[in-house]
């Protein structure tokens, strides 16, 4: 099973993701999990960071996805969520897509690999960093 | 129209055949309306999202909405929502098991629309791996 390492270029520190079956099994078979009609929507929900982003969203959640279009966030989340409701997409990509979406805000970059390759040990969790 | 009957077969009650939609579940109202599957999640008083992970932080053993799950180190797990809540204020009760090191319960989680992170701890900081579990009430 693959697993997305998000690497903290500071200091090589590393956070593991893991992708649940059923969600790569949407994202790269026929979608489903979210209704077509519901896309723009949820792309919105998902743009939500703060209390300003609440009040916009409540106000007038078309406008406020509007004034967000284009930012690195609403293309993930576009990604995602269409994603999720359309499918289609390779495993790599599939991987990708989620790396992106849910990289953990204190974190730059990421790398796919196979999850046997981590340490069994986890008694020295928080010291474990990313070599290349 | 859908016509109510008691044991008897003396009507009841009848209601048009329409099906309420996400708003009419949210504020609770429209009650002559029918409620398929689908939308009883939209209900206030049902969990939005619910999952546990093992303590490693590898494995979802239950969920409900959860797409991914984060381990950002030691007893500190993210579960990432597939829908989203439509605020931040949205009501997430948290726990922890195990207590063999005295944890107390979850030291802290933070929450953004998409995502919610939990931390076993206690004293003001993040103790060792423990399996832990939410459910996330609100609006979506």
Redesign the interface.
Known sequence: MKVIIFIRNSDNYVKVGRVLPRTLSALTGSGGMIAESNIEREIAKHLIQNATDEVSFATNWSSFLTSKKGTEREVQSRKFVEGMAQGGLTEDQAFAVMADFTMPDDCNSYQIVEDSGLPTDRYFRNAWDWED | MWTFYNSNGEALVQHAESEATQAEMEASTAVAKFVPPDLVKYSPGVAKAWGEASA?????LA?FN?????????GDV?F?Y????????YGAATYVMGNNDAVYGNWGYQK????LRCMAGKEGSVTS?HQQGFAAFGD?
């Open positions: 490693d932080g590898a494995t979802l969920n959860v797409g991914s799950l984060t381990d950002n180190g030691s993210e990432n597939t829908t989203a809540f439509s605020s931040i204020n953004t629309a998409s995502k791996d979506q």
